[in-house]
């Protein structure tokens, strides 16, 4: 008989075990038992941990409605059964479960029978055969088992054999019936039996040489076991050779792959120096990128697909060889050739180390954050790690605003700089608390460390942050008059009710959680908060998607007539590529931003703010560094575009940057470390047991696929997406289309004229792609660093606990920056900048035709 209900819907505290209440009681009292064994499963303990923590009232309610039903469930038993209670995992101190600390990995224990009882015997259990620990919170030490001895032990009561691969000992008070133990003796020998069998049969086939290295000690065990004379060292002995068993076959199992570990090693090193040629490649080619690309891919896929090859042969060669090569297959084999075939063919045609200044020129800010994982406690502390090195990203550019030629460019750079600090060190404020930080850490991201609802402050800063978030951008765009076209309507109209939705389903999910409306609000708050978040996202994916698409320019033109000339006056042009990419990155934004619980949330707009500022940084730098250029020229024409170009934005000119004076790898690092910080910043570790649930339920009231697992999934490594995606904005903040004029001859044969023809910088889109490269560039050399650190301290006492989950957190942040820079560049720059050509490739008649452009 089964009878079963939905486990996934956290929310619900009361359907399952409500169901399993309705159905228990009526067999516990059918008089013909028509029940063996009876499990019924009550889940409302778990979902009150994981929706409000373990000090909210529900959790006091729940816990009190679990003791009646004990207490009816013993008065109901009758002399023939055994009752077991047992929790199948803990939680720690927010209610939570997942990790590997000692309060979710414990759980409690309760038998109890009213029969006679089952031990007769007046000695004590031989203390050989018991295991005691002390628990968090407690001085005094307890009895403790494992969870696989549960499982041979009621086989044993239940008169059934034990499973043939199950590797626990049965728990020995249940069989110590008399002071011989001859109870306790016959079934340890059945257990010690069915284990030395299953081992025997598992030496036997095609892994059993696994064991070869533990065998040795399994026989000594057995044998030592087999030879006691008295019943108290058979019992010891028997018990010691199952847990031998146990430790040997763990061992085993838990073994690394120094072959596979290295070949890892090589493609990520290799593939980080592949990336860095193609990075010093497209530096050198500058306008000329393009062709240069297109020359090397080719080659590299062609030499990716013979690697590929290779590879596949060396697997047919290292058959002959199992014993020294041993755990590969032939997709190993041929994706380690092609990798490596291909990123060699790229190192090898653009050597990345071009010169000196090159090797000098490598950031310590990123060799720092990549060694820094060597070490367990800079690996648990790397949320306090990171804003420092933010900041001090940030240091060499503020040091430049000490020296800009103007003052208006001074005033930038640092008050930009501050700013950029100031939000840096408001987002740190924010903090959850992983176990090795105790007791040295003081969660505020929730209302408390047993708690997952948010401070009351967030709530009240919701709305105000959400309504205020798009005037801060559209003051920033401001700047260079580049609020026009679509910013008029994407902001107000598009990104505004989505963030404020955002907002509000998080309050109403506070409201929900914390009762504050009263019980009988709770079904309505939830339908009204499922479809604000399903409107929402809807909203601004859909309606701010296609707007953006059809008319993506932050633009404004007018056309005037003036003595006989024609005047196109064109107001956002200094930002023609900027600001339309920085539209398409407020779509996904507000993505972002509704996932997050009501602190991220404000996390985020920080971060948003801080971003901004630091683009203003850098095309303010970029100015200072043209305008020094321009002094050393001694070019008259140059010094007078620089300095209009960092004067009023209302009288610039559009400026272009000198090659010299394109991107550069340093300046990623400050955005690069903002995404990092914003995932800290948002309530995450990198830790398993910081996964936010809450967000699964946020387009439906149960566990919804693939809709719960893509709000997962965005909330946890959304902010890193979010600010890889940004990356181009580093190429494109502030840059207007470059002209050339070319001499074309008219088709007509008499009618001869010039044609004045806009054509865009290519750099533009060349930069973007470095911009890209970089920021992949980083997130890998953390990769790197991670794996490097887990393959070297792989028997690490904390490797499990510190270095393995960093690991799995680098594996998951590279992919959302690669996923993130892919969609930037393939979606966001390829439509801005075919759009900007369209709209400023203008062809004139032979009379000069005058323009404004701001």
């Given at each position: ?125 031989p203390s050989g055969l018991l295991q005691y620990r002390t628990f968090p919170g407690t001085t005094v030490e307890h009895r403790g088992i494992q969870q696989i001895d549960i499982l041979p032990t009621l086989s044993l009561l239940l008169g059934l054999p034990i499973p043939f691969n199950n590797l626990g000992t049965i728990i020995p008070e249940f069989f110590w019936r008399d002071n011989q133990g001859k109870t306790l003796e016959k079934a340890l020998q059945l257990n010690a039996n069915q284990i030395y069998q299953y081992l025997h049969v598992y030496r036997s ?63 990520l090193g290799m593939g980080l120096c592949a990336s860095w040629a193609l990075f010093v490649g497209i530096s050198n080619a500058k306008s000329r990128w393009g062709p240069w690309l297109g020359s090397k891919l080719p080659v590299c896929l062609l030499a990716g697909a013979g690697g590929a090859a290779a590879g596949i042969v060396a697997f047919s060669a290292s058959l002959v060889l199992p014993s020294l090569l041993g755990g590969q297959s032939i997709v190993d084999y041929a994706i380690f050739g092609a990798v490596l075939a291909s990123s060699a063919t790229m190192i090898i045609t653009s050597p990345p180390l071009t010169s000196l200044r090159s090797l000098l020129s490598t950031p310590i800010v990123l060799i720092l954050h990549s060694i820094a994982f060597l070490s367990n406690s800079f690996t648990f502390w790397e949320d306090r790690i990171v804003p420092f090195l933010a900041v ?463």
């Amino acid at each position: 008989m089964t009878f079963p209900y939905d486990s996934f819907n956290v929310e619900d505290l009361h359907t399952v075990d409500e169901g399993v209440i309705t159905h228990l009681f009526p067999l516990l009292k059918d008089q013909s038992k028509p029940f063996d064994f009876l499990i019924g499963h009550f889940l409302g303990v778990d979902h009150v941990g994981h929706r409000v923590g373990p000090d909210h009232p529900s959790m006091k309610a729940k816990l009190e409605q679990m003791n009646r039903v004990l207490q009816e469930v013993v008065d109901h038993l009758d002399d023939d059964t055994l009752l077991v209670v047992l929790g199948d995992h803990g939680m720690d101190r927010s209610g939570d479960h997942g990790g590997d600390g000692v309060l979710e990995t414990s759980a409690a224990m309760w038998v109890y029978s009213k029969g006679p009882p089952l031990i007769q015997a007046t000695k004590p259990v031989p203390s050989g055969l018991l295991q005691y620990r002390t628990f968090p919170g407690t001085t005094v030490e307890h009895r403790g088992i494992q969870q696989i001895d549960i499982l041979p032990t009621l086989s044993l009561l239940l008169g059934l054999p034990i499973p043939f691969n199950n590797l626990g000992t049965i728990i020995p008070e249940f069989f110590w019936r008399d002071n011989q133990g001859k109870t306790l003796e016959k079934a340890l020998q059945l257990n010690a039996n069915q284990i030395y069998q299953y081992l025997h049969v598992y030496r036997s086939s095609p892994s059993g040489g696994e064991l070869d290295e533990a065998w040795r000690s399994i026989q000594e065990s057995w044998a030592v076991a087999n030879l006691a004379t008295s019943t108290e060292m058979k019992l010891v002995a028997l018990n010691n050779f199952n847990r031998v068993a146990l430790s040997a076959c763990r061992a085993m199992w838990a073994q690394f792959n120094p072959v596979l570990m290295a070949m890892g090693l090589v493609l990520l090193g290799m593939g980080l120096c592949a990336s860095w040629a193609l990075f010093v490649g497209i530096s050198n080619a500058k306008s000329r990128w393009g062709p240069w690309l297109g020359s090397k891919l080719p080659v590299c896929l062609l030499a990716g697909a013979g690697g590929a090859a290779a590879g596949i042969v060396a697997f047919s060669a290292s058959l002959v060889l199992p014993s020294l090569l041993g755990g590969q297959s032939i997709v190993d084999y041929a994706i380690f050739g092609a990798v490596l075939a291909s990123s060699a063919t790229m190192i090898i045609t653009s050597p990345p180390l071009t010169s000196l200044r090159s090797l000098l020129s490598t950031p310590i800010v990123l060799i720092l954050h990549s060694i820094a994982f060597l070490s367990n406690s800079f690996t648990f502390w790397e949320d306090r790690i990171v804003p420092f090195l933010a900041v001090s990203s940030l240091i060499p550019y503020a040091v430049r605003g000490f020296s800009a030629p103007t003052s208006r460019l001074r005033y930038r750079i640092i008050g930009f700089s501050v700013l950029y600090a100031a939000c840096v060190r408001l987002i740190s404020i924010s903090t959850i608390c992983r176990e090795e930080q105790q007791p040295y850490c003081h969660v505020t991201f929730y209302a408390s460390s047993s708690q997952t609802s948010p401070p009351f402050a967030a709530v009240l800063l919701a709305l105000p942050t959400a309504v205020a978030l798009p005037l801060v951008i559209l003051r920033f765009l401001n700047f260079s008059r580049s609020d026009e076209g679509i910013a008029k309507t994407h902001y107000p109209f598009i990104f505004t009710p989505a963030v404020v939705s955002g907002a509000l389903y998080w309050i109403l999910e506070w409201a929900n959680t914390t009762s504050a409306l009263g019980a009988e609000w709770d079904t309505t708050l939830r339908f009204v908060r499922t479809w604000i978040a399903r409107f929402g996202f809807t909203w601004v994916l859909l309606m701010g998607g296609a707007l953006w698409f059809i008319v993506p320019l932050c633009i404004h033109i007018t056309v005037k007539h003036e003595a006989g000339q024609k005047q196109v006056e064109v107001i956002g042009y200094a930002n023609a590529f900027g600001s339309p990419y920085l539209v398409f990155w407020t779509i996904l934004l507000a993505v972002v931003y509704s996932t997050s619980q009501l602190p991220g949330q404000l996390v985020i707009s920080l971060s948003t703010i801080a971003l901004l500022a630091y683009l203003e940084v850098v095309d303010s730098v970029r100015d200072v560094e043209t305008m020094e250029m321009a002094f050393r020229r001694a070019k008259p024409s140059d010094i007078l575009n620089s300095a209009r170009a960092s004067g009023d934005p209302a009288a610039a000119k559009p400026k272009s940057y000198d090659e010299d004076a394109a991107f550069k790898f340093g300046d990623v690092m400050p955005v690069a470390l903002l995404g990092l910080h914003a995932f800290y910043g948002t309530g995450h570790q990198s830790t398993i047991s910081s996964i936010q649930w809450k967000a699964a339920f946020m387009l439906s009231s149960t566990v919804a696929y693939p809709w719960s697992a893509l709000t997962v999934v965005i909330n946890s490594i959304g902010p890193i997406f979010l600010f890889a995606m940004a990356a181009p904005l580093l190429a494109l903040w502030n840059r207007a289309p470059e002209a050339t004029v070319a001499d074309n001859s008219s088709q007509n044969g008499d009618d001869k004229g010039r044609q004045q023809e806009l054509e865009l910088d290519t750099r533009a889109k060349g930069d973007s792609t470095l911009a890209a490269l970089s920021m992949m560039i980083y997130y890998t050399s953390l990769l790197l660093g991670t794996s490097v650190s887990a393959a070297v301290l792989r028997r690490h006492l904390m490797v499990w606990k510190v270095f393995a989950p960093r690991f799995m957190a680098g594996v998951l942040g590279l992919l959302a920056v690669d996923l993130g820079v892919l969609i930037g560049e393939i979606v966001g720059v390829e439509r801005v900048t075919m759009r900007v050509k369209d709209t400023f490739r203008i062809t004139s008649s032979p009379h000069p035709a005058s323009k404004e452009l701001q």
